[in-house]
């Protein structure tokens, strides 16, 4: 039998359309089984303070567990390895800080992901500030003061940080390459065990999450000194940003980076944008970020992928400028 034309091209559109029907259908019938979110650090810092509250909230609205797992080791890149290879399904999603995923392909000769064509951005949410906190027993009440006191006595300073790479360390060399400082670093395996170090007085100052400092600081075991987002926390109402103590170039803030393995369906990428979206604007969500510095604030995967370049090029530059490397 000889098909018409038409006939012909109706059955050509229905198999170029079935396998996007294919796609529609397993994106609304996700999440049918739990998901697993990764977290490449230990418990504690500011990404498994946000893991796991999107997680929870996402748990309650989608119907299935979402659950983190924490993956630390390696300048975070066991788990970025783990999630690189997972199956792209969306059971499998990475939060990781946005530090942490740019500069390390900058710091490490070899590294088990690619950050543009490993991962399929969904979203960089909560933005949050570090925290320059000093030993109570340091002889300093601001930044200017510790900064005087670092040049007076160079190389006699040390700074904790969670690790090469972290967002810990790529702070503390901010601040120390942009005001020209003799100070050393001492790593730590972890955001937690650097800020005990601190409390202890074996280290004299550490750059931390609000998740981590904040506590310490309100207890007396810390003392606050600067923050370095562009606003001040609402936590520690007194304490002023870098720019107002007189150090600009030290600004910045740290991103949930958000991410799928490359390939995952765009309908599960949307959906988990959007659900994502609400979870950050429900308010008794937002006041539990606000209270530890972390602002409401979700972009769309075209952002995130935009605030990825951008993050690259400035991180990546401080990189080349203090000559840091890792193995």
């Known amino acids: 039998m000889r098909l018409s034309r038409r006939t012909v091209l109706q059955l050509g559109a229905g198999a170029a359309v079935a396998p996007a029907l294919a796609r529609s259908a397993f994106a609304q019938a996700y999440p049918s089984r739990p998901v697993r979110i990764i977290v490449p650090t230990s418990p504690g810092g500011l990404e498994d303070f946000s893991a796991r509250l999107i997680a929870q909230k996402l748990s309650e609205r989608l119907g299935q567990v979402y659950?983190?797992?924490?993956?630390?080791?390696?300048?975070?890149?066991?788990?970025l390895s783990r999630a690189a290879e997972s199956a792209a399904d969306g059971y499998t999603l990475l939060l990781v800080n946005s530090i942490t995923y740019v500069v390390n392909p900058a710091l490490f000769s070899k590294i088990p992901y690619d950050p543009y064509k490993s991962f399929a951005p969904i979203s960089f949410a909560t933005p949050t500030t570090m925290v320059l906190t000093v030993n109570p027993s340091m002889p300093v009440r601001s930044a200017a003061e510790l900064v005087q006191l670092i040049k007076a006595k160079p190389g006699q300073y040390t700074y904790a940080?969670?690790?090469?790479?972290?967002?810990?360390?790529?702070?503390?060399?901010?601040?120390?390459?942009?005001?020209?400082?003799?100070?050393?670093?001492?790593?730590?395996?972890?955001?937690?065990?650097?800020?005990?170090?601190?409390?202890?007085?074996?280290?004299?100052?550490?750059?931390?999450?609000?998740?981590a400092s904040v506590p310490q600081v309100q207890a007396g075991t810390l003392r606050a000194l600067a923050v370095t987002s562009k606003a001040r926390l609402q936590a520690l109402p007194d304490v002023p940003t870098m720019a107002e103590a007189g150090f600009p170039d030290v600004e910045c803030e740290v991103w949930a980076a958000i991410f799928a393995p490359a390939g995952t369906p765009a309908g599960i990428i949307a959906l988990l944008h959007r659900e994502i979206a609400d979870v950050v604007a429900v308010p008794d969500v937002k006041e539990r970020f606000a209270a530890f510095g972390f602002q409401s604030s979700v972009s769309t995967p075209e952002e995130a992928a935009a605030i990825l370049r951008s993050e690259t090029d400035r991180w990546g530059k401080l990189v080349r400028t203090a000559g840091l490397k890792a193995e």
Do not use: C, K, Y
């Open 67 to 79: 659950r983190v797992e924490n993956m630390p080791g390696g300048s975070e890149n066991i788990g």
């Open 161 to 211: 940080s969670p690790g090469i790479g972290t967002s810990g360390f790529m702070v503390g060399e901010l601040f120390r390459v942009s005001l020209g400082l003799d100070l050393v670093q001492v790593p730590f395996t972890g955001a937690g065990p650097a800020i005990n170090s601190t409390v202890a007085g074996h280290t004299q100052i550490a750059f931390g999450s609000p998740a």
